[in-house]
């Protein structure tokens, strides 16, 4: 929600008569031109500043013009300079975003002339109405076009520590209000600008307070470990799953103002790249949409280099291909998602920029390279930006009708395209397997603002069947190419550019939800309707009412089956080691059995409303089964963090408080103290890059420590985990604690590069991590076979799965077979020998023809038949590898459960092991079937 702050009609006019020469701000002037390291980085444009006897400079309020090597503006002081123009000036309305996750505020000015800003709610109308063409005649929308304004919002600091953005948006948002100039008051009259000075605002002032803390100690900064609460840099990559407040404060303001552009401000290559990418591009962005982004490229690099600044170039840097990125808001929905990348001054510094040959190479879309061995500045990056920023506006504002055409052509036809083209439909079956998880998606893709309808009752369409209350995505609508393009495969050949991120992200594959495209139009004539509602699986106990001695719940790999489990802790349960068979209703391996015997009516009435409210069937039976079984006692979680980077940390940490998994939150280096491990069952280690030697030997010990903490010079520092010194790691006394830990019987999970950390460090035995040569398997969503189903791991899953993989790390995993060829061929040694070596619980599918379901992937011999999940036995412990990632970015809920089932049966992982064959005689086999 939005709501205006400050209305300030009423406040005395700016003069809005064109002046021949308005007055420059002499000292700010100065001050422009003393932090630019050479005249040749900055333009008329952004050279001098106009003044304004009514309306306060960012000097006069802050004490500092942006761009003072030194001085970076925290939240509240970015804040309260909007607000002091916003009181001075009519031509600016302050809104608010939300708040973070931390309770600062999110901002957005929107910029105009007074009598625009009085009438913001017929502007957005017109925008709202453009984006849905449905019921709207050609002539509607002509008149509607012809009397609409293009809305240009531009945005700061999505990722901390590219630093100039906010600064320069302060001064941006200055001119914008106090020019007289005519490029400034065609802007005004004729466009409506929004800016948002910082969108990641808890991580801005983290990383102000970690920039200033290296000011006054000698360079020496912390790493800035967090950024927001989950995600560091990833908050650009959360828009397929608009999980974190951040996206979703900017999300509602896009359906509050539809504005025509959003326009993200990064840092990072040189001087100016504006973003067009290299392709492929996302199937899902009308071609007109791309045709947008060369235009205004196009505009912003020969208007740059007229005015005589290196290094503004276009098309290389990104692929153009993933639909994560926050812009994605605007391009997934017939508006114009677009980013710059400025180069940084790491924090307000002055420094000689290092360019190297291949970011200086003369190219056809670089024909005026960035120079190497410049001095630069944090003036330098905010005179770029700004430039830039004021052409495209310009641009805009003097083509509005054209984009605003272009918008509603694009709504119209995307709606189109979804009435003539296959799929027509894609439909979500309600009463799947996992039928939480497919309430999850539908709810998800209605956040996304797509429309889903449901069944009324079952029939056909082509040769699929349809029940009454499935759900049905109509492609016929405007946001039916956003929904085809998260529901259907990814197709991204290896000939293709270098991808820039994930290649795949089919969302049912990875959710492990069916998912069925509808080839056949007659679907538009069945009787479907609209949700108007998030739906919400209800769950339900059926069989016995009375007598009941005991609920049983069938394993489903949903994960509201561990919620439950948790919820309930401090109810005994039980799980099936087999499949059995009960009141001629079979039952899977993995069935969670709630004894009621001796356990009072008030243990069923907890169950029954945890059932109830977490979608769960459970079936009530009158005698306990006879199956093999082991107790599911509910283990105490440890989550580990590095001192390094929390960014793939952050998003398991996400899952397990959004599912109200509860867990200690320990860094690498509180795996040194014994006492905090014997205070955990379960130790759970994200992916924090792929270096284990670092992990264990830290950041070199010199000079002084380096805290991270909350103290007067760092009040935003500290939070979620503090210490003295980020420096050290492990260490090799951690590792041997930790060594130990696991042999007298922990569980030790890990992910991604830190899987790589026990098999290097000789937990365990039997696995090795090989290179691939060949294999590009950029992130993107592969076949994988469950290989041992008797496994607690495997509970309630079928033989093949979708996995997540991104490139590394590649597990080999010795065979039985291979190592008890080499041994004596006694029976008991061959078991003995069985017992210590790994089991492969999933692996990729053996044939790399098949291993492919969405995305990327060349040279896939070299992931064919590798180890996905792995466990490996280590003295009375265990550590499970996943070479997958079963936390991907709130995307990978498919294999959740591989994660979680290791976590509710990690004391009894050993269960049915695998005996070899040879020595299976029936004595054996019984003896393995009761295994602990
Ligand atoms: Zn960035």
């Known amino acids: 929600m939005m709501r205006p702050l400050i209305l300030a009609l009423a406040v005395a006019c ?67 300079y909007f607000r002091a123009l916003a009181a001075a000036s009519d ?42 063409p449905r019921g709207l005649s050609e002539a509607g929308a002509r008149e509607l076009i012809a009397r609409g304004k293009p809305i240009y919002w ?98 509602a303001a896009f359906f509050e103002w539809h504005p025509t552009v959003m326009h993200d401000l990064h840092e990072s290559v040189p001087f100016l790249y504006t973003s067009t990418g290299t392709g492929p591009y996302n199937r899902a962005v009308d071609a007109i949409t791309i045709n947008e982004w060369n235009t205004l490229a196009t505009q912003e690099v020969t208007e740059l280099t007229k005015r005589g600044l290196p290094g503004v170039w276009t098309h290389g840097f990104y692929d153009g291909w993933a639909p994560n990125f926050l812009f994605f808001v605007a391009n997934g929905r017939n508006s114009i998602g677009r980013f710059y990348e400025t180069y940084t001054s790491f924090g307000a510094e002055c420094d000689t920029a290092r360019i190297g040959p291949s970011q200086r190479s003369v190219e056809w879309f670089r024909p005026n390279p960035p120079l190497d061995g410049v001095r630069w500045c944090i003036r330098n990056n905010i005179n770029y930006q700004q430039s830039a920023a004021l052409v495209a506006l310009d641009y805009v504002a003097r083509n509005g009708p054209q984009f605003l055409e272009n918008f509603w052509l694009k709504s119209r036809r995307a709606v189109e395209r979804g009435r003539t083209t296959a799929p027509y439909a894609w439909l979500i079956p309600a009463g799947q397997p996992r039928r939480i998880e497919a309430a999850e998606l539908v709810n998800l893709l209605r956040l996304q603002g797509v429309e889903v309808h449901r069944a009324g009752r079952a029939f056909g369409v082509g040769t699929q069947q349809v029940s009454e209350g499935d759900y049905v995505v109509r492609m016929d609508q405007p946001y039916g190419p956003l929904a085809d393009n998260l529901l259907g495969i990814q197709t991204y050949r290896p000939t293709d550019p270098a991808p820039y991120d994930d290649t795949g992200w089919t969302l049912g594959a990875v959710r492990n939800v069916v998912t069925l495209p509808v080839t056949d139009s007659s679907v538009f004539s069945q009787p479907l309707t609209l949700l108007t509602d998030d739906v919400r699986v209800r769950g339900a106990a059926t069989g016995a009412d009375a007598g009941r001695v005991a609920f049983l719940i069938p394993a489903t790999t949903e994960s509201n089956f561990a919620v439950f489990r948790f919820r309930l802790r401090q109810i005994r349960m039980f799980a099936a080691e087999d499949t059995f068979s009960l009141d001629g209703r079979s039952f899977p391996a993995g069935t969670v059995m709630v004894p009621l015997t001796g356990a009072g009516r008030d243990t069923e009435r907890q169950v029954l409303a945890a059932l109830d409210s977490l979608g769960l069937t459970a079936v009530a039976v009158r005698q306990v089964p006879t199956v093999a079984r082991h107790e599911l006692d509910v283990p105490r979680i440890g989550l580990v963090h590095s001192w390094t980077t929390t960014q793939d940390e952050g998003w398991v940490r996400y899952a397990f408080d959004r599912l109200a998994i509860p867990y200690t939150y320990l860094s690498t280096q509180q795996l040194r103290d014994s006492s905090r491990l014997a205070s955990v069952d379960v130790l759970v280690f994200p992916q924090a890059g792929f270096n284990p030697r670092m992990l264990v030997t830290g950041m070199p010990m010199t000079g002084p420590p380096i805290p991270w903490k909350r103290t007067p010079e760092t009040p935003s520092l500290g939070g979620y985990d503090s210490t003295d010194d980020v420096r050290p790691g492990i260490g090799l006394d951690g590792l041997a604690r930790l060594d130990a830990w696991v042999r007298r019987g922990g569980l030790l999970i890990t992910e991604g590069g830190t899987a790589t950390l026990p098999v290097q460090f000789g937990f365990g035995r039997g696995v090795s991590v090989v290179d691939a040569r060949q294999l590009r398997a950029r992130g993107a969503v592969f076949r994988s076979q469950v290989r041992d189903q008797a496994s607690p791991i495997a509970y309630g899953y079928a033989d093949t799965l979708p996995v997540y993989f991104s490139q590394a790390p590649l597990l080999q995993v010795d065979s039985l077979d291979s190592r008890g060829s080499e041994r004596a061929r006694d029976s008991s040694v061959l078991r003995d020998l069985a017992r210590t070596l790994p089991r492969v619980i999933v692996r990729f599918h053996p044939r790399a023809d098949s291993l492919l379901i969405s995305g990327l992937l060349d040279g896939g011999s070299e992931l064919a038949g590798k180890a996905a999940v792995v466990d490996v036995p280590h003295g009375s412990g265990h550590v499970v590898l996943f070479a997958i990632r079963p936390f991907w970015r709130w995307e990978s809920q498919g294999a959740f459960a591989l994660a979680f089932n290791s976590i509710l049966n990690w004391n009894d992982l050993g269960a049915r092991w695998p005996t070899p064959r040879s020595t299976r005689g029936p004595a054996q086999a019984a003896q393995a079937d009761r295994g602990r």
């Open 14 to 80: 700016v003069a809005t008569a064109a002046t021949a020469q308005q007055p420059d701000d002499t000292e700010y002037t100065r001050q422009i031109r003393a932090f630019t390291s050479e005249p040749r980085f900055n333009t008329d444009l952004t050279d001098h500043l106009p003044a304004d006897s009514r309306v306060p400079t960012p000097l006069a309020v802050l004490g500092y013009v942006p761009g003072t090597v030194g001085r970076l503006s925290h939240v509240a002081d970015i804040n309260r």
């Open 91 to 132: 031509r600016i309305r302050i809104f608010t975003l939300g708040n973070s996750d931390e309770g600062r505020e999110m901002l957005v000015a929107a910029i105009a002339d007074p009598a625009t800003l009085a009438n913001l709610d017929a502007f957005r109308d017109v925008t709202r109405r453009l984006a849905d």
């Open 154 to 251: 531009l945005t700061g600091s999505l990722h901390s520590p590219e630093t100039g953005s906010p600064e320069m948006l302060m001064e941006l948002v200055y001119r914008l209000v106090v020019d007289d100039g005519p490029m400034y008051r065609s802007i005004r009259e004729r466009e409506i600008v929004l800016i948002t000075p910082v969108l990641e605002v808890d991580g801005r002032d983290r990383q102000v307070d970690v920039y200033n803390y290296g000011r006054s100690h000698s360079g020496v900064r912390p790493p800035l470990v967090y950024w927001g609460r989950y995600t560091a840099h990833d908050n650009n990559r959360d828009a397929i799953v608009l999980s974190q407040v951040l996206t979703r404060n900017v999300l």
